[in-house]
């Protein structure tokens, strides 16, 4: 009997006053309140967790789903695209396609007529596989040759990045006087009826300043790692390394204290970019109202500008810290103005294969290598387990020995995946000789991994059918194994399909035991067969992670993006399964 339905009386066998008792189911609906309370943050903090993950991942991921390209116009003679002189596909295969786009990129920039601007032009700007749109359309329709038409040309991944705002931040910033350029090429003096330069050189003063005190610490750091080792040549290199960061600090603090006069800008500080007439100038100092430039790209007169008709451009990053130069980005910048540069859908992303070029690596290799991996693993592990399953739960006698047997697959279901990536080197690859970095070993090493999974969760749905349809089946005529095959096995498929899915979503985002068997390899092509080479999607997501360049960042986010979207596809599967097929008994 509760305390709600016992009388409120001493006599109630508890020893409690009726006010006493009362305050007792207040103290326990209290503490059942704070353990709701204490599940739902729990249940809160854990989803707030996850949605934070998921954007996080999400935002770094956005830009690997879209490109920047610019559309050329662009004249292939025959003499680029044809190897012999004829419209033949075997011929117009081995045509130079890049010289087609450097002509098309040299009539947009005439000025650019030294050797080293051609390479920064050509090199910089367009990715290596920019041609591939040119080779397309021409082996597509050979008649074209000789004529102008426009292609999208692939921009490479540092001029990609800085469309997207990847790079460097950008700030921009109207004139407010009348500015008068001295002249339209080379060094010139830019002369403003207001002071239009004293916004930025105050900012280049706080930059200074900040900079100045930064040195400083890392100075003094190194003084104080110095005075703790003993006396020798790693100590001595500190000191020289710190009086040399001291030297840079007090240059720049004497420029923050020398008022008046222009203030000199160095590659090290953001860059300031003058838009004006046409042309691009960048700042090599700044006064209150008069600045000095180098001409990245030509104006079209010395004739004053009007306030709103120029503007100043700020680049945070330094040009010393930017793959890209300043001359590159005057070159972007003249693009963008033309209307030539656009963003697309990234389909190469999901119809390439892996690449050292970030613009150009797709993630289809390790799609069709996880794909046929996952074919052989179930192929190999789902009649094997369940077959395992129904023989120990319904025919094997019960003794030590299947006894035994069950420990070990209990215990073969918690060993580390890694183990059995030993075991697939040492077994499969060093004794079987089975070729390395294919989807035939990687199925069957995560065979091995999700097969005592598939077992146990087979025999609980065995398990879980009443016995009364075993006997039902049996007392009508039919064989032991007519009752299991033909009553038990159909009702339990439901929890063995489900188990059979949450394994192979586990298969799926393993990477530990692949890379023991070589499926860490650097592979361009995309697989054809079960013995080709071949990578997986979590193993290109871990090779993605370690490069150096900025822009497999994204495409590392947007590979997990990918690999989520099938577990959570698969997991999903499981459920509509369970809940389509389970019977309640």
Known sequence: MTDLAAPLTRASGAGLSPDAARARIRRRYRAEARFRLYGMLAVGFAALMLVVLIADVVNKAWPAFFETRVRLGVTPTLEQVSTDGKLERTSLMGGDYDAVLRTSLQELFPGVKDRASRRKLFNDLLSTGASAAVRERVLADPSLVGKTFTVPALLDDAADLYFKGLMTGRSERGGRGTLIPSATTGEITLTSTADDFSADLADTKRALAATARSLRREAERLLRSAAALPAGDERARLEQQAAEIVAQAADKEQRLAATGGAEPLDASEPSKLVVLDGGIIKLTSLGTNEATGIVLAPLASTQPAAAGSWKVVTLDQPEANRKLGDQQIAWLEQLRDKGLVERAFATRFFTSGDSREPEQAGILGGLVGSALT????????????????????????????????????????????????????????????????????????????????????????????????????????????????????????????????????????????????????????????????????????????????????????????????????????????????????
């Open 374 to 585: 996952m074919l052989v693993t179930l192929v190999l592990c789902l009649p094997v387990g369940v077959g395992a399953a129904i023989y120990l739960e319904e025919f094997a006698p019960k003794n030590r020995l299947t006894d035994l047997v069950e420990v070990n697959i209990n215990n073969l279901a918690a060993v580390p995946s890694i183990v059995f990536g030993l075991l697939g080197l040492a077994v499969f690859l060093n004794f079987f000789g089975l070729p390395r970095s294919a989807p035939l070993v990687g199925g069957l090493v995560l065979a091995l991994l999700v097969l005592p999974t598939i077992i146990i969760a087979s025999r609980a749905a065995l398990k879980a059918v009443p016995p009364s349809i075993r006997e039902g089946a049996l007392g009508i005529g039919a064989s032991h194994q007519q009752a299991v095959f033909h009553h038990v096995l159909p009702l339990a498929m439901p929890g063995i399909m489900t188990g059979t899915i949450i394994g192979m979503a586990h298969a799926l985002g393993e990477t530990a035991p692949l890379l023991l068997i070589g499926m860490v390899a650097f592979i361009v092509d995309v697989p054809a067969a079960v013995t080709d080479a071949a990578t997986v999607l979590p193993v290109q997501i871990f090779l993605w992670s370690d490069l150096p360049e900025a822009a497999f960042q994204a495409k590392t986010a947007g590979a997990i993006i990918v690999l989520l979207v099938f577990l959570f596809i698969m997991n999903g599967v499981a459920i509509l399964l369970r809940r389509r097929f389970e019977r309640r008994w």
